[in-house]
């Protein structure tokens, strides 16, 4: 069976993960987390970084930094992962849902001005398969309006919107390294602070509440209570593991790309037949080769392909369920929402199989497999 992702181990992690146990001190904010830190910032000019346990705390920690309260609104889009709305649901904001593009299942711009209210105080976009959102038109409705831009940038380590990486375009960004990402520690994330005036408050909430830093900086001498926050960083022991995949990401990128062109080459004929639809890159983006995905005509297409597929030995799965629909929000919601957008990718988007180690000629059997498909109906 071809899996459709298998983590992939750079060889480094073992040694690393020793060096954190020699250090003396694991339990977190050491040697490994100030070198993965430094790391954003010499690559991706990311300059205030907070390791999490994963992209889900980072947003909480967002969450807890926007002063979300149940009288505000939260703008997101409808076709993403749940977490993008945990974080401020748990806060009591009413989630507000907000189509995808007609050629993405990015957020759509004109859609998201019409949804703002008084009450609105942050907006939560992605980007999805590490492809940009246009951030001039996103951040300049923002500002007009004076609310918070959080990237869920789960997806989008060292992807750039036109010449700077993205994360560093909203207030704040949240990063993923769990294992289904390119650069994993197993679970992992990190938060990045672009408004310089929340770092100061960040510190406490990451740690607990505390005022921790301030004493091991000789500030103060013994650490108290002075904030809402929770357990957010990760050990030593996860930073290390992080860091030894950081020091293989250029070799990560480049095996995904040869994957992902692939793909894209040898599915190109069955978009010139209208038989699929396949990622457009804008201008102002660039690819991280995070996902390759195909949208099909409609849901049982889409699902005899899965089926066709696994008959044949490959795993290639469907992705979310649009957020407006789950059980959770048709419970809570009196407010019915039409997202044709969302529901569209929700039933016709299908992920291949895209890891480091899946070679070549298994891309040109899943390629063959799905013109076959094509070909027989
Ligand atoms: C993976 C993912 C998350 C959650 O990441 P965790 O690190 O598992 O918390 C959030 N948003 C999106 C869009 C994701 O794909």
Same mark, same amino acid.
């Given at each position: 069976?071809?899996?459709?992702? =298998?983590?992939?181990?750079?060889?480094?992690?073992?040694?690393?993960?020793?060096?954190?146990?020699?250090?003396?001190?694991?339990?977190?904010?050491?040697?490994?987390?100030?070198?993965?830190?430094?790391?954003? =910032?010499?690559?991706?000019?990311?300059?205030?970084?907070?390791?999490?346990?994963?992209?889900?705390?980072?947003?909480?920690?967002?969450?807890?930094?926007?002063?979300?309260?149940?009288?505000?609104?939260?703008?997101?889009?409808?076709?993403?992962?749940?977490?993008?709305?945990?974080?401020?649901?748990?806060?009591?904001?009413?989630?507000?849902?907000?189509?995808?593009?007609?050629?993405?299942?990015?957020?759509?711009?004109?859609?998201?001005?019409?949804?703002?209210?008084?009450?609105? =105080?942050?907006?939560?976009?992605?980007?999805?398969?590490?492809?940009?959102?246009?951030?001039?038109?996103?951040?300049?409705?923002?500002?007009?309006?004076?609310?918070?831009?959080?990237?869920?940038?789960?997806?989008?380590?060292?992807?750039?919107?036109?010449?700077?990486?993205?994360?560093?375009?909203?207030?704040?960004?949240?990063?993923?390294?769990?294992?289904?990402?390119?650069?994993?520690?197993?679970?992992?994330?990190?938060?990045?602070?672009?408004?310089?005036?929340?770092?100061?408050?960040?510190?406490?909430?990451?740690?607990?509440?505390?005022?921790?830093?301030?004493?091991?900086?000789?500030?103060?001498?013994? %650490?108290?209570?002075?904030?809402?926050?929770?357990?957010?960083?990760?050990?030593?022991?996860?930073?290390?593991?992080?860091?030894?995949?950081?020091?293989?990401?250029?070799?990560?990128?480049?095996?995904?790309?040869?994957?992902?062109?692939?793909?894209?080459?040898?599915?190109?004929?069955?978009?010139? =037949?209208?038989?699929?639809?396949?990622?457009?890159?804008?201008? %102002?983006?660039?690819?991280?080769?995070?996902?390759?995905?195909?949208?099909?005509?409609?849901?049982?297409?889409?699902?005899?392909?899965?089926?066709?597929?696994?008959?044949?030995?490959?795993?290639?799965?469907?992705?979310?369920?649009?957020?407006?629909?789950?059980? %959770?929000?048709?419970?809570?919601?009196?407010?019915?929402?039409?997202?044709?957008?969302?529901?569209?990718?929700?039933?016709?988007?299908?992920?291949?199989?895209?890891?480091?180690?899946?070679?070549?000629?298994?891309?040109?059997k899943i390629t063959s497999l799905i013109s076959s498909f094509y070909e027989s109906i």
């Open positions: 069976m071809i899996p459709f992702n =298998k983590p992939y181990l750079t060889g480094q992690e073992y040694e690393l993960i020793e060096k954190a146990f020699s250090k003396g001190k694991f339990s977190g904010n050491g040697y490994f987390t100030d070198k993965c830190h430094r790391f954003f =910032k010499d690559h991706f000019g990311l300059s205030n970084c907070f390791l999490t346990n994963s992209a889900t705390s980072a947003l909480e920690m967002a969450s807890l930094l926007c002063n979300i309260t149940k009288e505000d609104e939260v703008i997101i889009p409808s076709y993403t992962f749940v977490s993008t709305a945990t974080p401020f649901a748990l806060r009591g904001a009413r989630i507000v849902f907000c189509d995808s593009e007609p050629t993405s299942p990015n957020i759509d711009v004109l859609q998201l001005e019409q949804l703002i209210t008084p009450k609105t =105080k942050a907006i939560v976009i992605v980007h999805y398969a590490g492809l940009a959102c246009d951030m001039d038109a996103i951040m300049e409705i923002a500002n007009r309006h004076e609310i918070f831009v959080i990237e869920d940038a789960a997806h989008s380590i060292a992807s750039l919107y036109k010449d700077k990486f993205l994360g560093t375009y909203g207030h704040f960004a949240a990063f993923s390294f769990h294992e289904t990402k390119n650069i994993s520690s197993g679970q992992g994330g990190m938060l990045v602070i672009n408004d310089q005036s929340m770092i100061n408050r960040a510190e406490k909430i990451w740690i607990k509440g505390t005022n921790q830093l301030d004493m091991q900086r000789g500030i103060i001498d013994k %650490y108290e209570w002075v904030d809402l926050g929770s357990n957010f960083y990760p050990s030593e022991i996860t930073a290390a593991l992080l860091f030894a995949q950081l020091q293989k990401i250029e070799f990560i990128q480049k095996k995904r790309k040869t994957i992902w062109n692939t793909y894209y080459e040898q599915l190109h004929h069955l978009e010139i =037949k209208e038989k699929i639809s396949l990622p457009i890159i804008k201008d %102002y983006q660039s690819n991280n080769y995070h996902i390759f995905y195909i949208l099909c005509t409609s849901i049982s297409e889409r699902n005899n392909l899965i089926d066709f597929l696994k008959q044949n030995n490959v795993l290639a799965v469907f992705h979310y369920s649009a957020l407006h629909s789950s059980p %959770y929000i048709q419970e809570k919601s009196t407010n019915k929402f039409e997202l044709p957008n969302a529901d569209r990718y929700s039933e016709t988007l299908l992920r291949l199989p895209l890891f480091v180690e899946l070679e070549l000629n298994l891309v040109t």
